[in-house]
């Protein structure tokens, strides 16, 4: 399934954004953890972005939440971010494992890019999703992430 506007949203197992100053999945707002923070940024979808700008340490987590694999199948995760020659590979953990990694990484940077990854074959049962920096590109200059929105649905 290719991810559109209402794509994922309508038919996703979890749907997470940043809004009025606050991360939420839903339907509940989530608890920053780590030294991630919601910062200002005028050309993303919505002004704003979960960023770990401030100190972009390496294997910093942030949980987002959790949500319920009604299903054993393939699933995959889209992420709206914005990219930078500074940012570095985000990696999706379920349930503490990584699962996929996002390479925010781009020569010039833009907003509201829009990239997937697989996540495998998920089981059935209730899972927790988080996301850290772990890595970066080689061409990269740093560690950085600004993510405005992760959504993972059935393939």
Do not use: C
């Amino acid at each position: 399934m290719g991810y559109s506007s209402r794509g994922a949203e309508a038919q996703g197992i979890f749907k997470w954004h940043v809004t009025n100053s606050r991360a939420t999945y839903s339907p509940n707002y989530v608890a920053l953890d780590g030294t991630w923070t919601i910062v200002s940024h005028v050309a993303s979808h919505g002004g704003q972005l979960l960023s770990n700008e401030t100190t972009h340490q390496l294997n910093d987590e942030v949980a987002l939440g959790g949500f319920y694999v009604p299903t054993a199948a393939a699933y995959t995760a889209y992420m709206i971010l914005s990219t930078g020659s500074d940012s570095g590979e985000i990696h999706i953990n379920i349930n503490g494992t990584d699962t996929g990694t996002i390479d925010g990484y781009a020569a010039s940077g833009a907003s509201n890019v829009i990239k997937s990854v697989s996540l495998g074959t998920l089981t059935v049962g209730a899972k927790s999703v988080s996301i850290d920096v772990a890595d970066k590109n080689a061409s990269s200059s740093n560690y950085y992430a600004n993510i405005q929105a992760l959504f993972i649905a059935e393939d």
